[in-house]
């Protein structure tokens, strides 16, 4: 079906009462957009769409009769005026007048405007003299930028032309301070995506390096140059014939994709949730394998985006100086190849980058070269060129870049500007080839924030604020990377840590396998080339025994010592186990993570020290934890008597894993609850909070006599207060005390500050201990991200010694999951001693040590009634948390 047939029948209707057959043809249109989409080419998509509501718009003024008055005109405006309309993008009209419009003209207009809300075309309307229109477009950049692209519809041109004489006149807005303003809007913009790219779910309209980047080029060249064709830029000098012609490509891929995620998602939407990708990759023809065909969609997406920003880059570079006249106050030379304009390194000849060499050498001069602040326009599009040029062969295949390379990585400052560079311009892509692989490369879940190339870069650069004089938020991390004699050992593994991703197989194991390869066509000594490649095989190691294992226990240090064998292993480990994390997801790092990889390490630390006898380690610590925290309660006149004879009853494994501050806080109020509440009722249970006591997050102390499903109830409570467990410390004395220690943190991974919110939770958790029945009500829902991503359900069993078992379970993190465990462990007649609570972006990893009620291992039969009555609940729960 041709857009000419859908014209004619509009142009048929002869009433404005004919809503249906109005409508009738909007949704026609809306088959055409679709029917059309794998045939057409998306601009004339989006020029038809706009043509047809054109042709709508102007026949019903006409049977408004709006056609009869002089004095008025409709004007199309913004994206719209552009004659650029997605499926669903808003249609965004002016109507202005010379003057007040009379009375009978306002009903019509009034009229004319409900008439397009009856036939549901969604329209931005305002009705406005030009005199109006002028004060506002002085007072608002966002008007003045929908105006610059304005232009009639139908009415009166005289009018139309009035009115964008006035509104384009220098007295609003002169070039220079328009540009000035869209500069810092763009600025704005992208520091809401946290000044990358690449997002897992972008804006496919205002991500940096999409549509809003090159809409504010064409909005500055209106402004100024008052020509509407990006020709003229090439005209004019600013652009080259092929990077206009890039741009243009860059911008139908951008198109073509919002179109069709318009298309899926059946409105407007710009934002390419996780909902809709797969449908919006088959419908873009990347096939109907849901995982390869996102990830090869979204590796092209990406790709396209660094050369919209890097075209930007070079535009609004080249504008800033000119539109603002501004003038170079500083000229430094830096050698015979560039110098610097005012913080800017510029090339001194038309073709500096002659050869791959040279562009690695440009790297160690920027290294070299502290004042560099950017790059200038020109030393844009050469390096830009230059990359284009070299692109048959990776630059690592020449011995004189391999040289250059390891200079660069030795090179102390080279991380500080050169690194980001090699990231943002390509170069690192195009020395390696498994760099290359990984460009743009997805991570299906929500753990990753980042794609995998972006998560590497910034964890290079976490490692390299370490040494800065500022760094006083990793103390430790500084000393160490101070102290090391081969820094780039460090670098070339966080280079590599993730770089075999999306291949078959452990990425930890290929990349340590890439990494030998890398040393030794770079003739690194043999000894350095295994730290690395042991550092790249076990990067996830320590993040994996901290936050998944019980690190109080003496074989868990044991094993995990053992594994890294020496303090340099350890140290380099601990350094980059603390950027991968926060290079992973910005809200992913918290005091807990910390506290709980500053524990292991000084334990793992102390126990290499103690030639790996961690008993020994574990039992220094017992009475060191012991005699502190009875100075403690001593200082605070506790009776020392009470003290022994509560202590009696808890065995070594309370001190070890609780620090002198925490054991003299729990002592101190579970002997006044036995002087008081215990003592006036003895089925009272203890609750206490506190936010200043335990590493990382809120403590929750609670003590007294054992009652089934109370950890159940307890998770049930957190759930719907919004709080998450992320330990939990269970012992049961022998005389049949519950003594419970949990850390607790806000769903997002803070702490809890507000004293009046720790108060609530001690109340609505000792109300629900009071009540009988299991569980406290949940109202919280599954999120819409996690919906879309499949997490399989895993259980599974390991011996921990005689009397206990471990439960490790793997299940998509729903709310009252916690709960639904415990019930589970309730039923089938299983205590609960130990529970590490982990969080991956959607995925639960927790760690459960139990044992059945005569205190001994789960036995095999115990062990699968235990896996069928858990999965049970969380099947209960998956269809709670959906109806």
């Not at 205590?831 to 972006?841: E, N, R, S, Y």
Request: charge should be negative; proline fraction near 2%; aromatic fraction near 8%.
């Amino acid at each position: 079906m041709s857009l000419q047939p859908l014209i004619d029948q509009i142009e048929d209707i002869d009433s404005i009462n004919d809503i249906a057959a109005i409508k009738q043809c909007i949704n026609d249109s809306y088959k055409w957009l679709s029917d059309s989409f794998a045939q057409v080419a998306v601009n004339q998509l989006v020029t038809g769409r706009a043509t047809f509501v054109d042709a709508v718009l102007s026949h019903l003024w006409e049977l408004t009769g709006l056609d009869q008055y002089d004095d008025i005109a409709l004007c199309a405006v913004g994206g719209y005026g552009r004659g650029h309309l997605q499926p669903y993008s808003d249609v965004d009209l002016l109507i202005v007048s010379q003057k007040n419009l009379p009375h009978p003209v306002e009903e019509k207009v009034s009229q004319f405007i409900t008439l397009l809300w009856d036939i549901k075309l969604d329209i931005g309307q305002s009705v406005r003299t030009i005199k109006e229109t002028v004060k506002l477009a002085k007072e608002d950049i966002s008007i003045a930028t929908n105006l610059v692209e304005s232009r009639l519809l139908c009415g009166n041109e005289q009018v139309f032309d009035a009115m964008w004489e006035a509104v384009n006149n220098k007295q609003v807005w002169t070039s220079q301070a328009f540009f000035k303003a869209k500069y810092e809007e763009q600025i704005a913009r992208h520091a809401k995506f946290h000044g990358t790219a690449y997002n897992l779910e972008p804006n496919i309209k205002e991500n940096p390096g999409c549509l809003r980047d090159i809409q504010t080029i064409g909005w500055v060249a209106k402004k100024h140059f008052k020509e509407y064709d990006g020709w003229s830029l090439v005209g004019h000098g600013y652009f080259t014939e092929q990077e206009h012609s890039e741009l243009i490509t860059c911008r139908m891929h951008l198109w073509r994709m919002r179109f069709a995620l318009h298309l899926v998602a059946g409105r407007s939407e710009n934002r390419l949730l996780f909902d809709y990708q797969a449908d919006v990759a088959e419908l873009l023809g990347y096939g109907e394998e849901s995982k390869p065909a996102v990830e090869q969609m979204m590796r092209d997406f990406f790709r396209i985006l660094r050369q919209v920003s890097e075209l930007n880059s070079m535009l609004l570079k080249r504008f800033r100086y000119e539109l603002l006249d501004h003038n170079v106050s500083q000229t430094k030379q830096v050698n015979d190849k560039f110098c610097l304009l005012d913080g800017m390194i510029s090339p001194l000849s038309d073709d500096v980058f002659s050869s791959p060499e040279d562009i690695l050498d440009f790297l160690n001069t920027v290294a070299n070269t502290p004042d560099v602040d950017g790059l200038d326009t020109d030393c844009i599009r050469q390096l830009r060129n230059a990359r284009q040029k070299f692109s048959g062969q990776y630059f690592v295949e020449r011995e004189s870049c391999r040289t250059r390379m390891m200079k660069l990585l030795q090179q102390p400052h080279f991380f500080d500007f050169g690194w980001d560079i090699m990231h943002k311009y390509g170069i690192l892509q195009s020395y390696l080839p498994e760099w290359d692989a990984i460009v743009g490369m997805m991570q299906f879940d929500l753990f990753h924030a980042y794609t995998v190339d972006e998560h590497t870069h910034r964890l290079v650069k976490n490692i390299n604020r370490y040494y800065s004089k500022d760094n006083t938020e990793f103390p430790r991390c500084r000393r160490i990377v101070r102290n090391l004699d081969k820094p780039e050992l460090l670098y070339i593994a966080a280079i590599f840590h993730d770089i075999a991703k999306g291949r078959n197989g452990d990425h930890s194991l290929l990349g340590a396998v890439d990494v030998l390869k890398f040393c030794e066509t770079h003739e690194i000594a043999k000894v350095d080339s295994q730290l690395i490649s042991w550092l790249v095989e076990n990067h996830l190691l320590m993040s994996m025994v901290a936050q998944r294992r019980d690190i109080y226990d003496h074989e868990v240090i044991n094993e995990f010592a053992t594994a890294v064998r020496t303090h340099k292993h350890l140290e380099l480990l601990y350094a980059l186990t603390l950027a991968d994390i926060r290079a992973t997801n910005d809200n992913l790092w918290n005091d807990w993570k910390a506290s709980l990889l500053k524990e292991l390490y000084l334990m793992t630390k102390k126990a290499l020290d103690n030639g790996l006898q961690c008993r020994d380690t574990l039992n220094d610590r017992i009475d060191l934890h012991r005699e502190t925290a009875a100075k403690l309660l001593n200082a605070k006149n506790v009776d020392e008597h009470a003290v022994a004879q509560l202590w009696e009853r808890l065995e070594d494994d309370y001190f070890i894993r609780f620090s002198p501050d925490q054991i003299a806080w729990h002592t101190q109020h579970i002997i006044h609850a036995q002087n008081g509440l215990l003592k006036a009722n003895p089925e009272a249970i203890l609750v206490k909070a506190s936010d200043d006591i335990a590493k990382g997050g809120t403590e929750i102390l609670i003590y007294g006599k054992d009652r089934k499903a109370l950890f159940a109830q307890v998770a049930s409570v957190l759930d719907s207060r919004n709080c998450s467990i992320h330990d939990a410390h269970i012992t049961v004395t022998a005389d049949g005390y519950v003594f419970d220690s949990l850390i607790v943190l806000e769903n997002d991974g803070t702490r809890l500050t507000s004293e009046s919110r720790i108060r609530n939770l001690e109340k609505v958790i000792t109300e629900q201990l009071l009540k009988p029945g299991r569980a406290h009500s949940n109202s919280r829902k599954i999120s819409r991200q996690m919906r879309q991503l499949d997490v399989p359900t895993k259980i599974r069993f390991f011996g921990a010694g005689d009397d206990a078992t471990l439960v490790e379970l793997e299940a998509l993190d729903a709310p009252g999951i916690l709960a639904k465990i415990g019930h589970a462990f309730v039923d089938c007649g299983v205590v609960l001693k130990l529970a590490k609570i982990a969080t991956i972006g959607e995925r639960a990893e927790d760690i459960f040590i139990v044992c059945n009620d005569e205190g001994e291992a789960l036995s095999p039969e115990q062990q699968i009634k235990l896996k069928k009555r858990i999965l049970f609940k969380l099947d209960q729960l998956e269809d709670i948390n959906i109806s």
